[in-house]
Every structure is written in structure tokens, then in C-alpha cells.
T-cell receptor, first 114, second 115 residues
Framework: KAGVTQTPRYLIKTRGQQVTLSCSPI?????VSWYQQTPGQGLQFLFE???????NKGNFPGRFSGRQFSNSRSEMNVSTLELGDSALYLC?????????????FGPGTRLTVL | AQSVSQHNHHVILSEAASLELGCNYS??????LFWYVQYPGQHLQLLLK??????LVKGIKGFEAEFIKSKFSFNLRKPSVQWSDTAEYFC?????????????FGKGTSLLVTP
């Protein structure tokens, strides 16, 4: 079974631009969660989607948004990029039926904002 | 504030030494607890998890963890580490209905096992 895939793996953007990251979950998984990983703050939850609906949201500004498609693939968008948005963005998928389902993580997208 | 604390940021051990990594959380109510590992160049992967029942849970590669509710702790242990255990270890908490499906992670512990 193929794992969670994320594209692109690396991105370089400049301040003020926007970016879209993509995540394809494991086949059969309906929940996709996004996390931001930085050396200073560690892993922080951004949001979670299930069956095309945002089910949970972390404490990030409105510049961070996401969506999920009918095939469970998810995209995350960051508008008006700031230097502090430089991070590894991780996507995780799970069945989504039970709280505490195992989440399977992808390799991440490394975003650098110049 | 609700948080997950991992006491040791960097640990260096010799092969065959015993390992214990501390994790404390500050959430009330029912929690689901996890330890994830990230080997160099690889994805985060689940080591073990606790939902309910026996507070001593066993995971992959000889790891185990003990949930002590009174201490809000979920410490990870391994009796004898190997060089291949060199990795970053993350404790995570799902605070049940209070936070939906979100995982709240500790800052991680970097483990280096020397031959």
C-alpha cells in the first residue's frame, strides 16, 4: 500500500507570495491533518479535514487555509508569506473514524521564505 | 496552558544501555497517548500508543511505555538500545473530544546511540 505523498518536496518563495502544498493520503483514509514543524516551536497542528469538511483547526492565522477534495486529497494554502512561515509542513492521514486513530505521516514539504 | 513536555532534548547512550525518555502532559480528562519516532531521513512513524486498559503498552522494536495517570506521564523505555535506535522521539497527546483529532506534540528528544 502506498504511503502518504506530499508535493512538492521543496519550495522557495519570497515574502508576500502565496503557496499551495498538496497531500495525497493512503488509499481508504478519509482524514487528513496538517502540521507545521520548526526548530523553535516543534510540531504544531494546523487543521484536520474529513470528508471534505474541516473538522478541527489549530491556532494559526487566517493566512493558513486548506481544503479537501472528494478523493480525500488535500491542499494547504498560505497567503502573504512571512519569513516565519519557513518550516517543514507535514501531512498525516488516518481512517478518521475513531479519536486517536493512528496517523501516518508523509515526508513533508520544506518551505523556505526569503 | 495545555502542553506536552519532554524532559530531555538530547540523550547520548552507549549500545546496550537502558533508555527512559520522559513525557508529561497537562490535559485533563481522557487522553490518547502516542510515541512517534523519526529515524534520520525517514518519515515520522508510530512506536506505540495508549488508549485505555493496561497502562503498560508495548510497541515496535522492543519499546514500551507506561501511562501513570496520577503523574500525567507516559514515559518511553527500552531495556537495551541499539545503534539503529538513533533517532528523534516525539511524545504526542490527543485530548479526546476536547481537541478532536489533533495531536499535540512535545518538542522531541534526540537520541544518539554510540557503538
Amino acid at each position: 500500500k502506498a504511503g502518504v505523498t506530499q508535493t512538492p518536496r521543496y519550495l522557495i518563495k519570497t515574502r508576500g507570495q502565496q503557496v499551495t502544498l498538496s497531500c495525497s493520503p493512503i488509499s481508504g483514509h478519509r482524514s487528513v491533518s496538517w502540521y507545521q514543524q520548526t526548530p523553535g516551536q516543534g510540531l504544531q497542528f494546523l487543521f484536520e479535514y474529513f470528508s471534505e469538511t474541516q473538522r478541527n483547526k489549530g491556532n494559526f492565522p487566517g493566512r493558513f487555509s486548506g481544503r479537501q477534495f472528494s478523493n480525500s486529497r488535500s491542499e494547504m494554502n498560505v497567503s502573504t508569506l512571512e519569513l516565519g512561515d519557513s518550516a517543514l509542513y507535514l501531512c498525516a492521514s488516518s481512517l478518521g473514524d475513531t479519536l486517536g486513530d493512528e496517523q501516518f505521516f508523509g515526508p513533508g514539504t520544506r518551505l523556505t521564505v526569503l | 496552558a495545555q502542553s506536552v513536555s519532554q524532559h530531555n532534548h538530547h540523550v547520548i547512550l552507549s549500545e546496550a544501555a537502558s533508555l527512559e525518555l520522559g513525557c508529561n502532559y497537562s490535559y485533563g480528562g481522557t487522553v490518547n497517548l502516542f510515541w512517534y519516532v523519526q529515524y534520520p531521513g525517514q518519515h515520522l512513524q508510530l512506536l506505540l500508543k495508549y488508549f485505555s486498559g493496561d497502562p503498560l503498552v508495548k510497541g515496535i522494536k522492543g519499546f514500551e511505555a507506561e501511562f501513570i495517570k496520577s503523574k500525567f506521564s507516559f514515559n518511553l523505555r527500552k531495556p537495551s538500545v541499539q545503534w539503529s535506535d538513533t533517532a528523534e522521539y516525539f511524545c504526542a497527546v490527543n485530548a479526546g473530544s476536547n481537541s478532536g483529532y489533533a495531536l499535540n506534540f512535545g518538542k522531541g528528544t534526540s537520541l544518539l546511540v554510540t557503538p
